[in-house]
């Protein structure tokens, strides 16, 4: 499995960016696909995860109402459009996708991570 993020950057506090995953390489129908983070000195927390068979989605609480989530089968793309930007949300940014242990939970594949990742992308908010 292969996964290509984009559309980090820098934006002022209240701003909107928006990211996405370009995915390949997906021997099963099933699995779970999503968007991590981790700023400095702080642990990965997973932001946001659509499941593949059912698109049921997870968001975090710190992200939910400003970040959505969402999937364009025809081009195998991930989206998240993040919305209402707080400095708090500065970190990298990694696209991940589990097709083994939690490909069947949206949810646990969330907390609990993914068995492929990304290269992360950069997202600075300024107050």
């Known amino acids: 499995v292969q996964l290509q993020a984009s559309g980090g950057g820098s934006v002022q506090a209240g701003g909107s960016l928006r990211l996405s995953c370009a995915a390949s390489?997906?021997?099963?129908?099933?699995?779970?696909i999503g968007w991590f983070r981790q700023a400095p000195g702080k642990e990965r927390e997973g932001v946001s995860c659509?499941?593949?068979?059912?698109?049921?989605?997870y968001y975090s609480e710190s992200v939910k109402g400003r970040f959505t989530i969402s999937r364009d089968d025809a081009k195998n793309t991930v989206y998240l459009q993040m919305n209402s930007l707080k400095p708090e949300d500065s970190a990298v940014y990694y696209c991940?996708?589990?097709?083994?242990?939690?490909?069947?939970?949206?949810?646990?594949?969330?907390?609990?991570?993914?068995?492929?990742w990304g290269i992360g992308t950069q997202v600075t908010v300024s107050s």
């Open positions: 659509i499941s593949s068979s059912d698109s049921k989605i």
């Open positions: 991940a996708a589990d097709t083994g242990r939690y490909s069947g939970s949206y949810y646990y594949a969330c907390l609990y991570g993914m068995n492929h």
């Open positions: 390489g997906f021997t099963r129908d099933q699995y779970v």
